[in-house]
C-alpha cells in the first residue's frame, strides 16, 4: 500500500478538465512540499509540478497544483489526448525519513 | 543538456548481488541523487537517495542493510549496490536527479531505467 492515496483512474472528454488528488498525512504532504509527475507509456517520470505549485520550464500552464493541509491536488484543463498517461504525486515523508509516491492515476481521455 | 544513463541491470539469483551504474553529464554533480523502483505494472517506490557530498544515506526500510547507494563525483557517478536480492526487488529501476532545495521532495531528471529481474 502507498503511503499516499490517489484515485486509481479519471476520465474526461477532450477540452475538458480533470483533477487528480493525493492525500497523505502530517508527516509528508501536511509539513513538505509534493510534487507531480506524468509517465507516458514505455517512458521514464517526467516531473510535472514542484513545491506544491510551479511548474518547471516547458510545462504547459493547463497543469496546475495546489495543496491544502495534507491533501494536494493536480488540475489538467483543455484536455488532450496525448495527455493519457499515468500521474503520481511524490513528496518526503519526515516520520519515515524516505521519499514517498502516490499509486498513481491513469488518466484516460476518452 | 541534463542525461543520466543507468546501466547493470540483468537476471539474478535470489540472495545474489547486482550493482547498478547511472552516468551523469550535463551538470555537476552538485544535486542530491535517488533511485526509483517501478515493479512491472506497479507504481513508483523511491528506494534511497544521497547527498551531494556523500555524507547522508536515506533508504526505503525494505531494503535496509541489503542495498547501499554511493557516488563517485569526480566520475560523475552514482551507484546501487543491492544485496541479498528477493523476487519483490524485481523492478525497473530508475536514477533520478533531486531537485536542487527539494530533495527527497522533487525529481527534475531521469534516466531511461535499466531492468533488474531477480529469478531462479
Known amino acids: 500500500q502507498s503511503v499516499l492515496t490517489q484515485p486509481p483512474s479519471v476520465s474526461a472528454a477532450p477540452g475538458q478538465k480533470v483533477t487528480i488528488s493525493c492525500s497523505g498525512s502530517s508527516s509528508n504532504i501536511g509539513n513538505n512540499h509534493v510534487s507531480w509527475y506524468q509517465q507516458l507509456p514505455g517512458t521514464a517520470p517526467k516531473l510535472l509540478i514542484y513545491d506544491n505549485n510551479k511548474r518547471p520550464s516547458g510545462i504547459p500552464d493547463r497543469f496546475s497544483g495546489s495543496k491544502s493541509g495534507t491533501s494536494a491536488t493536480l488540475g489538467i484543463t483543455g484536455l488532450q489526448t496525448g495527455d493519457e498517461a499515468d500521474y503520481y504525486c511524490g513528496t518526503w515523508d519526515s516520520s519515515l525519513r524516505a521519499g514517498v509516491f502516490g499509486g498513481g492515476t491513469k488518466l484516460t481521455v476518452l | 543538456e541534463v542525461q543520466l544513463v543507468e546501466s547493470g541491470g540483468g537476471l539474478v539469483q535470489p540472495g545474489g548481488s547486482l550493482r547498478l551504474s547511472c552516468a551523469a553529464s550535463?551538470?555537476?554533480?552538485?544535486?542530491?541523487m535517488s533511485w526509483v523502483r517501478q515493479a512491472p505494472g506497479k507504481g513508483l517506490d523511491w528506494v534511497a537517495n544521497i547527498k551531494e557530498d556523500g555524507s547522508a544515506k536515506f533508504y526505503v526500510d525494505s531494503v535496509k542493510g541489503r542495498f547501499t547507494i554511493s557516488r563517485d563525483n569526480a566520475k560523475n557517478s552514482l551507484y546501487l549496490q543491492m544485496n541479498s536480492l528477493r523476487a519483490e526487488d524485481t523492478a525497473v529501476y530508475y536514477c533520478?536527479?533531486?531537485?536542487?532545495?527539494?530533495?527527497?521532495?522533487?525529481?527534475?531528471?531521469w534516466g531511461q531505467g535499466t531492468l533488474v529481474t531477480v529469478s531462479s
Open positions: 533520478a536527479r533531486d531537485q536542487l532545495g527539494y530533495p527527497g521532495e522533487s525529481f527534475d531528471s
Open positions: 550535463g551538470f555537476t554533480l552538485s544535486h542530491w
